[in-house]
């Protein structure tokens, strides 16, 4: 247990293009893991080691890593897990942020806080996973520090507090100032940054230091009544250790976030980010007991973070290897796990045995006899675990919160080149959908097609490029398609009788209810029984719920799902002979489509956030251009020789608007864009579709 108190499980999360992934090779290279430095933009970067990733730049799966670094005489071992920025793998950070327990949030010193970085933001808020803030790129041209510094306030709602105050910006940026130990360090250019040697602090920079130190020393006494009383007879008489203790705890608690500075690429500050994360982010240790349900009593119960407890872990992530086949990543919450022993897979109820165990370190691997509890490794062999499942211990059962996943808001049309691939693509598809949770392959029962649904338009060509390049599969595919949804908008009372007399037994059901949109906030079916007096036996109401829930799943406009629907059963009535489970099933499902007939259904369009950076001479034509796809302005921000234009904008107007982007900018604006939320379509477009469908 005593290692654990060195053990750090954390996350390195950003908005695209803020340096994760080359931060993450710095850390590699002085943890001693890599001798040489990778660099994702010449297609290097260890973590990035899928063939999509190495041509594109970008990060498409979170690669998990372990390393090891030394702070204060003592050893540290990070379970690091570096994680995609673009919005369309979302679902590679929440299911990371979900078993971590600290992350690093990166932040681009010219970019500053980015939608894609709310989205995060957001997220780890949710698991609440106390966080260090780095501001990368100082010395890129616009660098700004203190601006980002008031836009991690603003926008994030979060208070941050400087560690660091850089020296120079820009091309000039070349040190920082230590405001824990009141010194400037600059850094050695011939060792290529690896290097660093302290300085007289600069002249220009001591207004700024004192007042950044005073509200550090202030931060951080203001929870401690001794410390308050030291701070106010002599504020230096603070010793170190007890203002990296007092932002320890302020950072554990989520009241401040510390934030550092650097620029990974030139190698600058990785050592102090290194430092920060075994001083202020969490071990395992400062971790609460898990919470879960015993799926045999249905009572809560905890599991503590010991070795002795209970074997207890999620599982996280499922990856495919063309070498040793599936891989579940896991995290130990509790107990141990040995390798080649039998686990029980409480949510399905099956047991599955583990024939090994490993430490991954991006795509290779490393055996070990056994993980631990505050650990995270990665095993094989299993049967049938997917995402979010619980192991546990067959005698001690507990089901773990496990993870929700954002719907797919776009699908497109794909069938083999060849009639005998159709076996092998399903099957492909089969062990893609059990990788990406938020991948929904459907079949269209009008067609036949086969249909995939996903996050937006990089997240299906990924998805085709696997197909091709891993599974050998080529396919042909359809135009893009919105993932609309239907509603209904006014209330509507109706009563349906099912009856069929067919010789000997019949069916019968009766049933009067009210239909109409659901309360606010609410997803799904929102079920409401006031019947009174036994008219319908209460044993038939779960199957009348039943009814409604399967029929919402295709709408009476045009068959598209229903989101959120309330219902309330005002009365009814049974035969006592020829009245079933089944009738008032049935009986539910053709009332659902009478009613919703009647109660005004529309069609809703998936909305997107869209932020689009351009150089402020091409600012009238993009607003222009955005005008024109039924885009609605929100904002307009003013940055470094760019403006930033925030908007929301069908997505049915988005297909190809990178290209059409960069047509308008000769290729110097850039956007991402990421689903906000559902709303109306309008008439005549809905009367198109309509159409269309018929």
Not at 156 to 165: E, F, S, W
Not at 611 to 628: I, K
Request: proline share 5%; aromatic share 8%.
């Amino acid at each position: 247990m005593s290692e654990l108190k060195y053990t750090r499980n954390i996350g390195i999360m950003a908005h695209i293009d803020a340096g994760k992934t080359t931060t993450t090779e710095r850390i590699l290279f002085y943890t001693g893991k890599n001798y040489k430095l990778g660099e994702t933009h010449d297609g290097s970067a260890t973590m990035d080691w899928m063939a999509q990733e190495q041509e594109r730049g970008i990060t498409i799966t979170s690669a998990a890593t372990t390393v090891f670094w030394n702070y204060q005489n003592n050893q540290y071992k990070y379970n690091i897990i570096d994680t995609p920025g673009h919005v369309d793998f979302t679902v590679e950070v929440e299911r990371s942020l979900r078993v971590l327990d600290g992350a690093v949030a990166l932040f681009c010193a010219v970019g500053g806080v980015e939608p894609q970085s709310e989205t995060v933001w957001r997220q780890a808020d949710k698991y609440k996973v106390p966080r260090i803030a780095f501001i990368n790129k100082m010395d890129r041209a616009g660098a700004d520090f203190f601006s980002v510094i008031k836009q991690i306030k603003e926008r994030l709602g979060t208070n941050p507090i400087p560690l660091q105050i850089p020296i120079g910006q820009e091309d000039l940026f070349k040190g920082v100032v230590d405001l824990i130990r009141n010194k400037a360090l600059i850094w050695d250019e011939a060792s290529n940054g690896t290097k660093f040697y302290e300085v007289p602090m600069p002249d220009d920079l001591k207004d700024i230091v004192d007042e950044y130190r005073q509200k550090l020393i202030e931060g951080v006494a203001e929870d401690d009544d001794e410390l308050m009383a030291k701070f106010f007879e002599d504020p230096n008489s603070i010793t170190e250790e007890e203002m990296l203790a007092q932002i320890r705890k302020a950072t554990l608690e989520m009241r401040i976030t510390p934030v550092l500075c650097g620029a990974s690429f030139k190698n600058k500050g990785i050592q102090s980010l290194l430092d920060a994360v075994a001083a202020f982010l969490p071990s395992p240790m400062d971790i609460e007991a898990v919470e879960g349900v015993n799926p045999k009593t249905e009572r809560e119960e905890t599991r503590s973070i010991d070795v002795k407890a209970p074997f207890s872990a999620l599982a996280f992530k499922i990856a495919t290897d063309p070498y040793v086949g599936r891989i579940c990543f896991f995290r130990v919450y509790s107990g141990k796990l040995e390798s080649g022993s039998y686990v029980y897979n409480a949510s399905t109820g099956k047991k599955e045995r583990i024939s090994r165990i490993m430490q991954m370190h991006a795509n290779k691997q490393n055996p070990m006899e056994v993980i631990s509890a505050g650990d995270i490794g990665a095993a094989v062999g299993f049967k049938d675990i997917k995402t979010g499942n619980t192991l546990c211990a067959e005698e001690h059962p507990i089901i773990l919160e496990s993870m929700k996943f954002p719907e797919p808001v776009i699908g497109i049309a794909i069938e083999p080149k060849t009639q005998g691939d159709i076996d092998k693509m399903n099957n492909a598809l089969i062990k893609l959908v059990e990788e990406d949770p938020t991948l929904v392959v459907k079949s269209d029962e009008s067609s036949g097609q086969t249909i995939i649904n996903g996050m937006g338009e990089l997240h299906l060509d990924i998805i085709l490029d696997r197909l091709k390049r891993e599974f050998n599969v080529e396919v042909n595919q359809g135009a893009p398609q919105v993932a609309y949804k239907e509603a209904i908008t006014t209330n509507y009372q109706h009563r349906e009788v099912y009856k069929k007399q067919t010789g000997g037994r019949g069916k019968f059901a009766d049933i009067i209810f009210e239909i109409g949109p659901a309360d606010e906030g609410f997803k799904g079916l929102q079920f409401v029984n006031e019947v009174k007096g036994g008219n319908i036996p209460k044993e038939y109401m779960p199957a009348i719920e039943k009814g409604f829930k399967s029929a919402m799943e295709n709408g009476v406009l045009a068959g598209y799902p229903m989101e959120s629907l309330k219902v309330r059963i005002i009365d009814g009535s049974y035969h006592p002979v020829d009245s079933d489970a089944l009738s008032f099933e049935l009986c539910a499902r053709v009332g659902f489509k009478e009613a919703c007939r009647k109660a005004n259904p529309i069609l809703l369009e998936p909305i997107m956030k869209l932020e689009v950076l351009t150089p402020d001479a091409y600012l009238g034509d993009v607003t222009g251009d955005l005008n024109r796809r039924r885009g609605v302005l929100e904002n307009v921000i003013a940055k470094v020789g760019v403006q930033a234009i925030q908007a929301k904008v069908p997505l049915q107007q988005m297909f190809g608007y990178v290209t059409a982007l960069r047509t308008i900018t000769s290729g110097r604006a850039n956007s991402t864009m990421e689903f906000s939320h559902y709303d109306e379509l309008p008439k005549d477009m809905t009367e198109n579709i309509l159409k269309k469908s018929y």
